[in-house]
């Protein structure tokens, strides 16, 4: 059994006829890559998957249960999402947001203990944030407030991950960081899907693949069958070079 699971699921695409419906399984120790075009639906699937948008059809489970019958406190223990350059107007500080990943496990006014402050100082750490701890979200570079939104998921510690672009934003030193940080979680037993425009980091990274095309149709499997050029090509309406670098594929667009 996959730790997130989706049964004939058709998400709910605003003027789109249908779309193929999903039967996925995403298991513990797997690094999902969602990849498409522009519009096709990416961050929709990650939030219906997320419990946050009702599916068209079908359902999604989480470890066999029906997320519409979990409560979101319940869900929130087990599942986390990085949401794609999301702005709070929140007048909060860095450590103060990355606390926020503690909530679910605190009863309502309850205040944060020390384990709660040791974790997100952690997570803080391992985003290389601690520098930042006292600063406004306001203040944050691009980059800096990607992270911040990364180690808040790391201190919510879910088994589930869904990351909408995670890479968004960061550096070429801060990508590769990212993507070893979501590696490391699958290692310990997570189940990581993130939505990617970065082919590369796909091919390096993610050990399954989800293509969607904007039309609804879409096909799944290990990502050495899904990143072949002619699949990519059709995908992105882009004609690809592709090359073995350090036994991985590079793609790159043909002008
Ligand atoms: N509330 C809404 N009303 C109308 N259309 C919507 C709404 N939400 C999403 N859409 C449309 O649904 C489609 C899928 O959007 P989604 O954000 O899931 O795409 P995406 O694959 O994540 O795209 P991107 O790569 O640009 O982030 C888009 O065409 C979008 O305009």
């Known amino acids: 059994m996959g730790a997130l699971e989706t049964r004939q699921l058709v998400i709910d695409i605003p003027g789109r006829a249908g779309g193929r419906p999903l039967d996925l399984r995403v298991g513990t120790g797997e690094r999902w890559g969602v990849l498409g075009p522009n519009g096709a639906g990416k961050t929709t699937l990650l939030h219906t998957l997320a419990g946050l948008r009702a599916p068209r059809s079908g359902e999604v489970r989480l470890d066999g249960d029906p997320l519409s019958r979990l409560r979101r406190r319940a869900l929130a223990r087990r599942l986390g999402l990085v949401f794609q350059d999301r702005h709070d107007d929140f007048p909060a500080t860095v450590r103060e947001t990355a606390l926020i990943g503690r909530h679910p496990f605190l009863s309502p006014w309850q205040q944060e203990g020390p ?92 050990d399954h693949v989800l293509l969607l095309y904007p039309d609804g149709e879409a096909c799944w499997g290990a990502a050495d069958a899904m990143l072949v050029p002619a699949a990519l090509e059709r995908l992105y309406g882009q004609p690809l070079t592709t090359a073995m670098v350090d036994g991985a594929p590079v793609f790159v667009p043909r002008t």
């Open 115 to 206: 384990e709660d402050l040791a974790r997100a100082e952690a997570a803080l750490a391992r985003l290389d944030l601690t520098h930042l701890a006292e600063r406004g979200l306001a203040t944050l570079s691009g980059g800096e407030r990607q992270r911040v939104s990364l180690a808040t998921v790391l201190t919510q510690a879910p088994r589930v991950w869904l990351a909408d672009e995670p890479t968004n934003h960061l550096d070429l030193h801060h990508q590769v960081a990212v993507m070893g940080l979501l590696a490391e979680q699958a290692n310990r037993g997570c189940a990581v899907m993130m939505c990617l425009h970065d082919l590369n980091l796909a091919a390096r990274w993610c």
